[in-house]
T-cell receptor
Framework: DVKVTQSSRYLVKRTGEKVFLECVQDMDHENMFWYRQDPGLGLRLIYFSYDVKMKEKGDIPEGYSVSREKKERFSLILESASTNQTSMYLC?????????????FGDGTRLSIL | AQSVTQPDIHITVSEGASLELRCNYSYGATPYLFWYVQSPGQGLQLLLK??????LVQGIKGFEAEFKRSQSSFNLRKPSVHWSDAAEYFCAVAPRPGYFGNEKLTFGTGTRLTIIP
């Protein structure tokens, strides 16, 4: 079974801090994704990556950046955290580019910015 | 731009009753269609997907979904729900391959399912 592991289930940070959310997948998947999930809004794509050192903006990239130095690891970075970034963050991976390869999700990181 | 509508925010059904969750999409061509389930405190798990062929697709946990092109719908059904089906359900659409580098899922806002004894 594919395992997508997010480093923290719960995280509390302060406004203005630089925040790192880490995601690791163990199945040599090419594609990795970061979403945020908010009540009534569903999942919205922040960034995705289809190869090491490659990244593409999703629908809501503002205030975020990403890093993919190794194939198995995809990091989401909040450069200067703000309260409106309080949310559930979900990481996902898929085997190859192309939407016929389903995405596998981690259990999420619930981030609170105070 | 593609979009997905799940018109029911919250549905309550009795254990053993049948279930139908609605999903409508807007897209220029027939997209790929997915249903995901999210149990409390967990990530999303793929229930089923439609790419082409038979418009009635079977998934895991006894779920099925029917693609209706004329109605732009992809409704999820289960003949008899179990208490463990209580979760949030997300419909999603995506373009067919050929848009390399731009493949992304668009999710609906979700339907929360509550099961009563």
């Amino acid at each position: 079974d594919v395992k997508v592991t997010q480093s923290s289930r719960y995280l509390v940070k302060r406004t203005g801090e630089k925040v790192f959310l880490e995601c690791v997948q163990d199945m040599d998947h090419e594609n990795m994704f970061w979403y945020r999930q908010d009540p009534g809004l569903g999942l919205r794509l922040i960034y995705f990556s289809y190869d090491v050192k490659m990244k593409e903006k999703g629908d809501i990239p503002e205030g975020y950046s990403v890093s993919r130095e190794k194939k198995e690891r995809f990091s989401l970075i909040l450069e200067s955290a703000s309260t409106n970034q309080t949310s559930m963050y979900l990481c996902a991976s898929s085997l190859f580019p192309g939407t016929d390869h389903p995405q596998h999700f981690g259990d999420g990181t619930r981030l609170s910015i105070l | 731009a593609q979009s997905v509508t799940q018109p029911d925010i919250h549905i309550t059904v009795s254990e053993g009753a049948s279930l139908e969750l609605r999903c409508n999409y807007s897209y220029g061509a027939t997209p790929y269609l997915f249903w995901y389930v999210q149990s409390p405190g967990q990530g999303l798990q793929l229930l089923l997907k439609y790419f082409s062929g038979d418009t009635l697709v079977q998934g895991i946990k006894g779920f099925e979904a029917e693609f209706k092109r004329s109605q732009s719908s992809f409704n999820l059904r289960k003949p008899s729900v179990h208490w463990s089906d209580a979760a949030e359900y997300f419909c999603a659409v995506a373009p067919r391959p050929g848009y390399f580098g731009n493949e992304k899922l668009t999710f609906g806002t979700g339907t929360r399912l509550t099961i009563i004894p």
